[in-house]
């Protein structure tokens, strides 16, 4: 076989089979990744060279990636989505926390290293990232609580690009001038350029976006061709100013309300996670372990500036703001690098070395080294620090109510007493006061069942009850999440249409006992009580278990299940309960 086809093709098998595995082991997808490509790389088995597959044109298609990963990653940048809880620690972390990262990166590394300064800058700022691809999969294995998952879960989002952007305005500062002096100007134009080139990409794809006559697969194709040209236009103006461009364009199309941008959900869900592995598996092909066991015991101690000097003080920066100290310790001890930094750094290094510049070769073996030492040691001390300081297994799982008529908000209600989280979605302004009136959050907008990523409603939701007063949209709706979600996870409300139903759907029919509207949905409706009952508190005669909110289980999540007729809510000694309390007048019950 040719030995070319033969290295591209174990590049693709072997970083979906990485993928897999790291789902199948509940680790983050770039363990396995990373050591998949340092055995069957240079430094091993040698069957996949990068530079021998791909040669000159190895590092474009390495940025070409990165541009579109970072897309992809803007999308994300919601800025409503942040609550008010989070967004000041946020807010500083991207910002405060940021600069001290950078500095203290820089620093370090040059001293220690002996790196030439502008070239430890540029490794300072790769390494800024820390990103959701790493953060995520280590949060949902510890299940901290709600208010320390979403700071770390959007620093994770929101400062990819932020360092990203640090990253190549520094590389694009001295690139063509081969680690000369800073040029303060060319960084502005940098921004500017790749900036203006965004919004305008972004304004030329809403009518794309926005138009009947293409199909979502269509949109997804066209979304993948403008980020690829509005990476090259801006590349070809100013050197350097591409991936700006990228993040730019996701940035305005994730913040403007003109067009729907949920077509692109696809995009997200199946071209990056591939170029996510087979850039990856590439960049650990292409490293030359001696060159990383040649930096010596020193590395470590670079290392341990980031994790024991930079991250805690980054976060001291939340001093005032509502968290206990245990909170705070936590943060300081969670920031694990990612994919952008492993990116960034292979585009830059290839690049840099190409150019003959003084130290590039350094770029890519320290942040390699920094990339797997926070990721083995962020995994291995989160959990046990976690559970020490009381915040794992906190995570609230979630149910996402789509309508919210009266008796399904008092479940809510009662579900949030039960330790549960519970997002109301409607479009009515009447619903929407009464859940508020209830304690609970609500929204309205665009629902799209086949997006569950960052930022979006679907989100780490543990159940959807879909509820509404509409039986089509209901019937519709719950086929569709049933075909994106486990069957399990979604209810749905039993309607006059199910005697011949509209849709075939999975989803399991909440209360049912054969009537059209179910005895416990009058009785709710009626008004009548319920109650939260612990795990082993003793349920009240003729009281109706309706719901259990189950705790987290070693790697297996919280979860929330609903009574139906097929699979009723039971005791386990564990779940907390919530019932439907006897009706007046049952013995034992004081009529009112």
Do not use: C
């Not at 989002?157 to 100007?185: C, H, M, R, Y």
């Amino acid at each position: 076989m040719d030995e070319t086809l033969l290295g591209l093709s174990l590049v693709v098998i072997l970083s979906v089979l990485a993928r897999l595995s790291a789902t199948w082991m509940r680790v983050p997808p770039i363990v396995p990744l990373l050591i998949i490509g340092v055995v069957v790389g240079v430094s091993g088995l040698d069957l996949v060279n990068p530079e021998k597959l791909l040669g000159p044109a190895l590092s474009p298609i390495v940025q070409i990636a990165v541009g579109i990963i970072l897309f992809e990653g803007a999308l994300g940048l919601k800025r409503e989505e942040l609550g008010s809880g989070v967004r000041g620690a946020v807010t500083r972390l991207i910002t405060i926390g940021v600069v001290i990262t950078w500095f203290i990166a820089t620093v370090s590394i040059a001293i220690l290293l002996d790196v030439p300064h502008p070239i430890a800058i540029l490794i300072g700022a790769t390494v800024i990232v820390s990103g959701p691809t790493v953060v995520l999969p280590i949060l949902d294995f510890i299940a901290p609580t709600t208010r320390v998952r979403n700071v770390l879960k959007w620093e994770g989002i929101l400062i990819d690009p932020i360092g990203a952007i640090i990253a190549v305005v520094v590389f694009g500062s001295f690139a063509n001038g081969q680690g000369g002096e800073f040029d303060v100007a060319e960084l502005l134009l940098s921004l500017i350029v790749g900036g203006a080139v965004g919004v305008i990409a972004a304004l030329l794809m809403m009518p794309v976006l926005g138009t009947k006559r293409l199909a979502g697969r269509d949109k997804v194709a066209a979304t993948l061709m403008m980020v690829v040209a509005s990476f090259a236009v801006s590349d070809a103006i100013l050197p350097d100013s591409g991936l700006v461009s990228t993040i730019v364009m996701g940035v305005a199309l994730a913040n403007q309300r003109r067009v729907r941008i949920d077509q692109v959900a696809e995009f997200k869900e199946t071209l990056v996670p591939i170029l996510i592995g087979i850039l990856f598996v590439l960049l650990a092909a292409n490293i030359e372990v001696s060159e990383v066991i040649d930096l010596g015991w020193k590395s470590f101690l670079v290392l341990g500036a980031l994790i024991f000097i930079a991250r805690p003080l980054a976060a001291l920066t939340m001093v005032g703001l509502p968290f206990d100290w245990k909170e705070k310790l936590f943060f300081g001890s969670m920031a694990p690098r990612g994919i952008v930094a492993a990116s960034t750094a292979s585009a830059f290094g290839l690049e840099l070395t190409q150019r003959g510049v003084e130290g590039a070769e350094y770029i890519i073996p320290v942040t390699f080294m920094i990339i797997v030492g926070t990721v083995f040691y962020y995994s291995l001390i989160g959990p046990p620090l976690a559970r020490y300081l009381g915040l794992s297994g906190e995570h609230r799982p979630t149910l996402l109510l789509i309508g919210a008529p009266p008796w399904a908000l008092t479940v809510a209600q009662g579900l949030n007493q039960a330790g549960a989280e519970v997002k109301v979605w409607t479009e009515s302004v009447e619903e929407a006061k009464a859940a508020d009136a209830h304690g609970l959050s609500s929204f309205g907008g665009p629902l799209n069942p086949d997006d569950d990523s960052p930022g979006t409603p679907l989100e780490d939701v543990a159940a959807v009850a879909v509820v509404s007063d509409d039986d089509s949209l209901n019937q519709l709706l719950s086929y569709q999440l049933a075909e994106r979600l486990h069957a399990n996870q979604i209810y749905r409300r039993r309607s006059p249409s199910d005697r011949s139903p509209l849709v075939n759907s999975e989803a399991l029919e909440l209360f049912h006992d054969g009537d059209r509207e179910t005895d416990v949905q009058r009785r709710l409706a009626a008004g009548e009580p319920v109650s939260v009952v612990g795990p082993l508190a003793p349920i009240p005669d003729g009281a109706v278990a309706l719901a259990a909110v189950i705790p987290a289980a070693g790697t297996m999540p919280a979860k929330i299940h609903l009574a139906t007729e097929g699979k009723p809510v039971t005791r386990d000694g564990k779940s907390t309960l919530l019932v439907l309390d006897p009706p007046a007048g049952a013995p034992g019950v004081p009529a009112n």
